[in-house]
């Protein structure tokens, strides 16, 4: 080997969970790499997941409000046109739609503008990012002013999540931050119930009553900030900090991480984990030849739990949450 040569890549292959209610017995790879960035840096995005499909990753997770859609779908191309991946279908991609666009007669049109920025025909999952609607906006907003918000039209939503399946626009639809009570609200009146319901989960908020019920339903729950988020706006240190957890790691000869991401998938969870870096982005894929003890777990329920982003700019007086159990149910 030339000196200046490249080591080859060996892929890893990323175990896959079946969806409930999606179109073509779709799976989902159980881990995925996440795109939501304070930042957005194109270039070293698309870097990043050109690396990830050579390392074995095949699941993107985006969203409309991300910014990362158009970077997702460039890299997309060019990874087909070098050959990393055979075909489309080998790929499973997830977005989301905003609370701007939470609105009967504008779900199928943001998807199809979705799909449009991230050159493809279909998603594989397509998820209403909040229970809660805003008015209709053209430039999507992370920080909704408190005037825009409004109570989400449940049954008009979800019938165009279902219009959107149908029509082929995507494989499969869920939900992200939806609690229990939100859930069987949809599962009321759905023909196709949620596959998904994507939530901050991790070892410093668990989720055990959410998790336990999303089973009982068939319906898959994916972690987002399965590590913290640490380095981020929104993020917190708590779990790459956390001393049971290091000691967890070093008793295993593994890193925080490979911890965090081993206990969401031995919860019969998925994440969706977002890393830009080449080494982090390999060892967070190292995590399906090993398992946890009941000794570790024992531990991992003991940390303090705590969440970390309770979204208080969306509980206002006369908005759709007044208080933080009208959000989250608890």
């Not at 594989?124 to 918000?149: C, T």
């Not at 989400?152 to 639809?173: F, P």
């Not at 593994?254 to 991401?261: E, F, G, M, S």
Request: glycine residues 4%.
């Amino acid at each position: 080997m030339a000196a200046n040569s490249e080591p080859m890549h060996v892929s890893i292959n990323v175990p896959e969970v079946k969806l409930s209610s999606t179109s073509g017995h779709r799976k989902m790879p159980v881990i995925g790499l996440g795109s939501a960035v304070d930042n957005i840096d194109e270039s070293a995005m698309k870097s990043a997941v050109l690396e990830s499909i050579k390392l074995g990753y095949r699941h993107f997770d985006t969203a409309s409000l991300y910014g990362t859609e158009r970077a997702l779908g460039e890299a997309i191309a060019e990874a087909l046109k070098l050959g990393l991946v055979a075909s489309r279908e080998e790929l499973f991609i997830t977005t989301k739609l905003w609370c701007s666009d939470a609105h009967r007669d504008l779900v199928v049109p943001a998807l199809k503008k979705s799909l449009k920025t991230l050159q493809i025909e279909y998603v594989d999952l397509y998820l209403i990012h909040w229970p809660m609607s805003a008015k209709p906006s053209e430039k999507l907003r992370n920080d909704i002013p408190e005037e825009d918000l409004v109570p989400l039209d449940y049954n008009g939503v979800w019938e165009a999540m279902e219009e959107c399946q149908r029509h082929g626009l995507t494989k499969s639809i869920g939900v992200s931050n939806f609690s229990p009570k939100k859930i069987e609200t949809i599962l009321a009146f759905a023909t196709i119930p949620p596959t998904v319901n994507q939530v901050e989960m991790n070892p410093a908020w668990q989720q055990r009553k959410l998790v336990e019920f999303c089973k009982s339903k068939s319906i898959i729950v994916t972690a987002f900030s399965p590590l913290g988020a640490v380095g981020s706006s929104w993020g917190t240190n708590q779990v790459m900090n956390n001393e049971a957890l290091k000691q967890i790691a070093a008793a295993h000869g593994k890193t925080v991480a490979q911890v965090c991401l081993r206990w969401i998938i031995e919860q019969g969870a998925t994440a969706a984990v977002k890393s830009f870096n080449k080494e982090r982005l390999k060892e967070n894929l190292e995590i399906f030849d090993w398992a946890l003890t009941d000794d570790d777990h024992d531990k991992i329920r003991q940390i303090p739990q705590r969440r970390m982003m309770p979204r208080d700019d969306f509980i206002i007086p006369h908005g759709p949450f007044k208080t933080p159990e009208d959000l989250w149910d608890e």
